[in-house]
């Protein structure tokens, strides 16, 4: 049956309306277990009822106009209890209901099973049969995996069910997941993908010639595209978000990729249009069967890439498209490409059915600034040009919004903006608190700092320099004078401050295409100081490239990432003052003339939290990465969308565990910082001060928010907040503790719609 089964649920996600989908189920559910009536049951939120949306068996008249309350008949109580019912004669249960001119009463034997989405039933499917009978374990097994499998199918699906209660103008409400903040009104304009390349049909040329040619200008068509549209974001984001066109330039560049192109035209007779899709293919394959999400990023980055190229084979640059000012850009999955057809100035927010925090556009949306909700259940036919209402903050969309929902949204949008205005007034305010309390603000970067960041925004050093990033954007192991010439700029950058660089942390979510590393479970696996180890050859022209760029400048901090013993740190330092002294010898310095510079570890596996004791004689400092410390000690990937709702920052272990690490420090007198995304977090920043944390480095785009946030909190308040927290039961609450503080100070629009 298994074979069956996947079959009836590829066609339910493919069906073109919810009513054919529904249709195809109960038939084929049906014959496929041999039943006498099939039938489904949706739940509808808005009138808390189950109705008949499908049924192959029963009496047609009833579907549709069939709605039973949740505590209603066999079907509500299967909804209540969350298991599958299994009854030979179902009349002559106490909780059944009869259904007048159904057909029902020729059916004995029911077994019904929920239809379960992350703790939600969002409806009921129901077997049944003449016989009085119990249906047996395999029939009852296989209905149940059905249900399994649809429960994902329909969460992400509009549900458009019938009531006549409810008109037929309403605006519709879907949830997504809240990528970046913000509130946009405005019109969806979807953008479909012009030619997939699932499209194209393998066809050969007897003009191998001419076919190169025509990949070739192709090629320079879609380079000079991502290359205007960097040009046009260079100034509006940070140097990691602009790092993802780059990106894409360098696929454009890629030897490999274009070598095989160009063999599938000289050496297989095949198009332009054939070699790029067998080519592209190929590697999307690869990268699709990898479990790293990094490396599952990159095939939508080829994807992408590949049919933007058959797009200019196609002479579609021809078709110039109109785009209405301003927009939501809609689309199955927004890319990079979409973005470089799109006015920067025109677009006002991004929905995306597929996408997860960690893609290219979730990243490149905040760093914009521009709302945007991904994962969400839209299907685009019905939405194109009509008025949505988008909500960053909670994830939430509103299709063909009514006016006094516009009205509301329109004040908040409004408050919104006010707050940033504010916000951007205080630019230059002193980061301290309302109490005099004094807080560093440090910046965490990767490649060279935005000049206008430099200028414009005061903050105490770099907290975190990605050093990974350049080894990212290149084709190979960079070497000691190319690493070298890199640091050096963003030494001098910031000559009179301290930077902190961390040491090359590949592997997991990190991954470099000339060096990759397939592994089972990459974020327990061969990654960050693990791996540099393992290769001291890589790590000691790394460690001599940050020396030798900051010889003039002595503003060098190194940091080890994913510490998880002693003798990690031992081994690290023992290489370090190895390449420190080859530097003084070269240089002919003295210790006092180029001094060792300080050595720190990153707190983000837990074993290194519970021996801090032994590590602090080693080190100079600890800094904290809140992201990878969360994952591990509450066990989730938050790149996988079935549990990533579990990956809570305020979680009551997390801030037991920031307490510990805090006070350990204090101990053992060693600096103490967080450089993870909980320091750019309005609420985890004031969680984090009541704690009793002074550094905090974020990006770029947080640091006007959290300076704003100190000026207007005072210390005494927030530890009294804190002390609320750490003892609670569950992260709500804690959230919930710090929501209310920040309603009491006139500052919730930094977590929520509006600034009231």
Not at 276 to 305: H, T, W
Not at 672 to 683: F, H, K, N, Q, R
Request: glycine fraction near 6%; include cysteine; hydrophobic fraction near 40%.
């Amino acid at each position: 049956m298994l074979s069956q089964l996947r079959q009836i649920v590829e066609q339910f996600g493919e069906a073109n309306t919810l009513p054919d989908a529904m249709n195809l189920l109960v038939q084929q559910t049906k014959a496929t277990m041999n039943l006498d009536c099939c039938s489904i049951f949706i739940t509808n939120k808005e009138t808390k009822k189950l109705t008949l949306m499908a049924s192959e068996g029963l009496a047609s008249q009833v579907v549709g106009a069939t709605h039973f309350n949740f505590d209603e008949g066999i079907v509500g109580l299967v909804y209540q209890k969350g298991e599958p019912i299994n009854l030979a004669n179902v009349s002559e249960h106490p909780q059944f209901k009869y259904l007048p001119s159904s057909n029902e009463e020729l059916f004995n034997s029911f077994l019904g099973t929920p239809i379960i989405h992350k703790r939600q039933v969002l409806g009921v499917l129901v077997a049944q049969q003449s016989s009085p009978r119990l249906f047996d374990k395999l029939e009852e097994s296989f209905l149940v995996t059905l249900a399994v499998h649809l429960g994902s199918v329909l969460s992400n699906t509009i549900l458009d069910l019938p009531d006549k209660k409810i008109k037929k103008n309403r605006s519709i409400q879907l949830q997504g997941s809240p990528a970046s903040p913000g509130i946009c009104i405005n019109k969806a304009h979807v953008l479909q993908t012009h030619l997939l390349l699932s499209d194209i049909e393998i066809e050969v040329t007897d003009q191998a010639d001419h076919e190169m040619k025509l990949f070739n200008n192709a090629v320079q068509m879609c380079a000079d595209e991502f290359s205007n549209v960097s040009i046009t974001l260079k100034e509006k984001v940070s140097q990691d978000a602009f790092m993802l066109f780059d990106v894409y330039g360098h696929l454009l560049k890629d030897k490999a990729l274009l070598a095989a192109v160009e063999g599938q035209i000289f050496q297989h007779n095949l198009t332009a249009k054939s070699a790029i899709k067998k080519v592209a293919e190929g590697y999307i394959k690869q990268f699709e069967s990898m479990n790293d999400p990094y490396l599952k990023e990159r095939a939508v980055e080829v994807r992408d890439v590949g049919q933007r190229l058959l797009y200019h084979l196609s002479n579609r640059n021809e078709e110039k498209q109109h785009f209405p000012d301003p927009l939501i850009l809609v689309a199955e999955e927004v890319t990079i490409s979409m973005l470089a057809m799109i006015p920067a100035e025109k677009l006002k927010g991004i929905v995306s059915v597929r996408g997860g925090l960690s893609s290219h556009v979730a990243i490149l949306s905040r760093a914009l600034g521009i709302p945007a909700v991904l994962g969400a259940p839209l299907r685009l036919k019905n939405i194109h040009y009509k008025n949505i209402i988008i909500d960053g903050y909670a994830g939430t969309i509103i299709v063909e919004p009514e006016h006094t929902l516009v009205s509301q949204y329109q004040v908040l949008l409004d408050e919104e903006n006010e707050l940033k205005e504010l916000v951007d007034l205080g630019a230059n305010q002193a980061a301290m608190t309302k109490d005099g309390c004094e807080v560093e603000v440090l910046l965490n970067t990767g490649l060279n700092i935005n000049s206008d960041v430099f200028n414009e925004q005061h903050f105490s050093g770099i907290g975190l320099y990605r050093s990974e990033l350049p080894f990212m954007l290149s084709n190979a192991f960079p070497t000691e004078q190319q690493q070298a010439n890199t640091y050096r700029r963003v030494f001098e950058q910031c000559k009179n401050l301290p930077v902190t660089m961390r040491t090359l942390d590949i592997g997991g979510d990190k991954q470099l295409t000339y060096f990759p590393i397939n592994e089972e479970n990459p974020f327990l696996g061969w990654r960050g100081i693990r791996l540099t180890l393992d290769h001291p050859d890589i790590f000691l022209v790394q460690i001599r490239a940050m020396l030798r760029a900051s010889i003039d400048t002595q503003n060098l901090r190194i940091m080890l990432p994913m510490v998880s013993s002693v003798g990690e740190v031992e081994e690290a330092k023992r290489l370090i003052i190895q390449a420190w002294q080859e530097i003084c010898v070269e240089q002919e310095f003295s210790s006092e003339q180029f001094p060792l510079p300080d050595i720190g570890v990153m707190i983000e596996v837990p074993s290194a939290i519970f021996i801090i004791d032994q590590l602090a004689p080693l080190v100079d400092f600890f800094s904290i990465g809140s992201n990878d410390l969360t994952q591990y000690l509450l066990a989730v990937d938050r790149n996988n969308s079935r549990v990533a709702d579990l990956f809570d920052s305020y979680h009551p272990a997390v801030l037991q565990a920031m307490q510990l690490i805090l006070q350990q420090s204090q101990k053992n007198n060693v600096e103490v910082s967080i450089c993870g995304e909980l320091a750019g977090d309005p609420i985890g920043v004031l969680i984090l001060l009541g704690l009793g944390y002074r550094k905090l480095s974020m990006n770029a785009f947080n640091m006007n928010k959290v300076k704003y946030l100190l000026n207007n909190v005072t210390i005494s308040e927030l530890e009294a907040c804190t002390k609320v927290a750490l003892n609670a039961h569950d992260g709500a609450f804690i959230k919930q503790t710090f929501v209310d503080y920040l309603d009491e100070k006139g500052l919730g629009g930094f977590v929520r719609a509006g600034n009231k």
